[in-house]
């Protein structure tokens, strides 16, 4: 998105930040879960390590900017190893993402503040609990050249108190 020329005063983005010309400030970070429906589980089995993995169905979650599927990621020994899950089914929406996992249709990997109700629920167990994601920044951004209307300020310090409410998570001992 061309925030100058559509007119928008900033946005809120997950990963790395590579828009030239624009000014990002970190608000916070996540990681991500991995989950699976008991129902699920009552078919196919849990999937005790990443290796299993091979031999189990996830629900695909189609990237808009690429039109792929999204690879899932995990921490092993402080490396990221990234794993191309096989999938019968391909979404391209969250809520539809999260129905299909809730419903049976495979693992979903998910933040872990849209994933916990559903844990606590019982609608979804997490799996692979050793095996967390490193932590996901995310951002505002906006243009650097254009004056910040008091109301993007009065936005951005407002999403950066919602996000420093989220739970810290640890990863190799270290808590971020």
Not at 36 to 65: C, F, M, W
Not at 79 to 104: C, L, P, Q
Not at 116 to 131: C, M, N, Q, R, T
């Amino acid at each position: 998105m061309d925030l100058v020329e559509e007119a928008v005063d900033c946005v809120v983005r997950v990963g790395a930040v590579g828009d030239v010309g624009l000014v990002a400030k970190r608000i916070g970070a996540y990681t991500q879960i991995t989950c699976a429906s008991p129902k699920y589980i009552e078919r196919h089995g849990e999937p005790k390590t990443l290796d299993e993995l091979a031999q189990h169905l996830a629900v695909g979650y189609v990237l808009n900017n690429s039109g792929r599927v999204r690879n899932w990621e995990f921490v092993v020994d402080g490396e990221t190893r990234i794993i191309a899950m096989k999938h019968k089914i391909a979404v391209n929406d969250g809520d539809s993402y999260i129905a299909a996992g809730v419903t049976g249709l495979g693992l979903i990997q998910s933040s872990s503040y849209t994933l916990d109700p559903l844990v606590k629920s019982g609608a979804l167990k997490e799996v692979l609990i050793e095996y967390p994601s490193f932590p996901r920044v995310v951002s505002v951004l906006y243009a650097a050249n254009r004056h910040q209307p008091r109301r993007v300020r009065v936005f951005i310090d407002w999403v950066a108190e919602l996000y420093s409410r989220l739970p810290t998570f640890q990863i190799n001992g270290k808590t971020s």
